[in-house]
């Protein structure tokens, strides 16, 4: 059974960082790619950022220059650090890790940012 742990629960001032990760085990399968969403209250879950197993990374608009995603494959881990951070960035973040044929969804994590 496929397993995802996040760590890395936050609450930061605005400027502050901190750093998610997210740790996958229980397949055999072959990791395609790895990301991060987030989904504030009343909004919808959008990407943050996504990288291949080559290492080509993604992001969306709103944290460019600020988070950085990166992977650890002999880990099967991901982690995004966030920089800069404004009260903006608060939400839920989920990591996503995509297989072969299964992509599958981690619980959560919490990150608020204060004013």
């Known amino acids: 059974q496929v397993q995802l742990v996040e760590s890395g629960v936050g609450l930061v001032q605005a400027g502050g960082s901190l750093r998610l990760s997210c740790a996958a085990s229980?397949?055999?399968?072959?990791?395609?790619?790895m990301g991060w969403y987030r989904q504030a209250p009343g909004k919808q879950r959008g990407l943050v950022a996504s990288?291949?197993?080559?290492?080509?990374?993604n992001y969306a608009d709103s944290v460019k220059g600020r988070f950085t995603i990166s992977r650890d494959n002999a880990k099967n881990t991901v982690y995004l650090q966030m920089n800069s951070l404004k009260p903006d960035d608060t939400a839920v973040y989920y990591c996503?890790?995509?297989?072969?044929?299964?992509?599958?969804w981690g619980q959560g994590t919490q990150v608020t940012v204060s004013s």
């Open positions: 996503n890790v995509r297989f072969s044929v299964v992509a599958y």
């Open positions: 990288i291949t197993s080559g290492g080509s990374t």
């Open positions: 229980g397949s055999s399968d072959s990791i395609a790619a």
